[in-house]
């Protein structure tokens, strides 16, 4: 367990915001957790964090931040078809995804290159290119810091949605490790628009799990601003969700309007093209803009305070109700 006073989560958030943290308590073993009892004081503010690849500190924080760096990896059970693994929350994701592809443990490779890391996957239920994390996910592993005990829950009882669990409900569970089962035959999953042209395009009609790793890292490069260099954190926005007959009124104005089936007769609208569509696309307000490749990602240019972030985020959203009567809602954890 390493214990930090006072120190700046410059490096702790992908959006690269310099703010405080009262406390960072970092884990590297389970039982180390039960040490914790003794630390946590009454009414602490407390957060748990994975690589802040999804998280916008407004402030400083004035409390107890605890953080995995348990990176182990272990082999469950396995049998002709599946492998069921086992991985510390530590663990960066795409080390995880790209070990595990090496390995010929296949699924995971439509969600490459997304920043965080293992424990943070099942928390917003991470999802790209046709695939989240819970079509791998069997089992999650949590500390249950009010009761000090350990409990496990099983997929099903995860209440997994679109960038959604029970996680977010469940605040006092922190999560040190998660149960993947991946395949051991390559069945891939092109079906996505993007991926779909970029097979077309060059000519490859039945890429292996490696080809499908490598085409989604060149679509995401070659959009989404790479945080080391650009403070972000990936989409800011939901993708929203309307009413059918919304989306047929929109679609009278707007023809063009890239939409997709959701359950419950409902339609979702990438907030993107939204976005661009009201003409905040390459928009900055100081050093927070709206980036130029993709509208839903939003960045820090610099020294950009988070609060400019989050009063930017808001105008946007004001003027995406204004202009087409839908609300947006943030995927990125405003603090
Ligand atoms: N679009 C625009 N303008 C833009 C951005 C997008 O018109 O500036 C249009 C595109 O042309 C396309 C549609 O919107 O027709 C969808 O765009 P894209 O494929 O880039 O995906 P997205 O809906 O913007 C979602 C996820 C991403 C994920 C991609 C690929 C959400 C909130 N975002 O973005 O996830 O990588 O699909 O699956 O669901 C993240 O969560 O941080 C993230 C990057």
Redesign the pocket.
């Given at each position: 367990m390493k214990i930090q006073h006072h120190i700046s989560l410059k490096d702790y958030n992908s959006f690269g915001v310099d703010v405080n943290a009262r406390e960072l308590i970092e884990i590297e073993k389970p039982e180390e957790l039960l040490e914790l009892k003794d630390k946590i004081g009454e009414n602490e503010q407390l957060l748990f964090l994975g690589e802040g690849s999804?998280i916008l500190f407004t402030k400083n924080f004035n409390g107890l931040i605890i953080k995995s760096t348990d990176e182990h990896i272990e082999v469950l059970e396995e049998n002709e078809d599946t492998i069921l693994i086992a991985a510390g929350a530590g663990l960066n994701w795409d080390n995880f995804v790209e070990f595990c592809l090496n390995q010929g443990w296949h699924g995971l490779e439509?969600l490459s290159l997304?920043?965080g890391s293992i424990g943070s996957s099942p928390v917003?239920n991470?999802?790209?290119?046709?695939i989240e994390a819970c079509d791998f996910i069997e089992e999650v592993f949590a500390y249950d810091i009010t009761k000090s005990e350990f409990i496990s829950i099983f997929k099903r009882e995860c209440e997994f949605g679109?960038?959604n669990s029970i996680f977010k409900k469940r605040k006092e569970l922190f999560i040190y490790k998660v149960n993947f089962r991946l395949k051991k035959k390559p069945e891939v999953n092109i079906s996505?628009?993007?991926l779909k042209k970029y097979f077309n395009e060059s000519g490859i009609y039945n890429p292996s799990p490696a080809e499908v790793r490598k085409a989604v890292i060149e679509?995401?490069r070659s959009?989404?601003p790479d945080h080391t260099k650009i403070g972000n954190?990936?989409?800011f926005?939901?993708?929203p969700v309307i009413e059918h007959d919304k989306f047929l009124e929109l679609l009278l104005k707007h023809p063009d309007i890239?939409h997709y089936e959701a359950e419950n007769n409902m339609v979702k609208i990438?907030?993107?093209?939204l976005?661009?569509?009201a003409g905040w696309?390459g928009k900055t307000r100081g050093e927070a803009g709206v980036?130029k490749?993709?509208?839903?990602?939003l960045i820090n240019l610099g020294g950009a305070k988070g609060s400019e972030i989050a009063d930017l985020s808001e105008e946007i959203r004001l003027d995406i109700n204004k202009n087409f009567g839908i609300l947006l809602y943030p995927?990125v954890n405003i603090l």
């Open positions: 999804n439509n997304i920043p917003q991470i999802g790209a290119y046709g679109y960038r996505y628009t993007a679509i995401r959009k989404l954190a990936g989409s926005f939901k993708n890239p990438p907030a993107g093209w976005i661009e569509k696309k980036h490749d993709q509208a839903l990602v995927e």
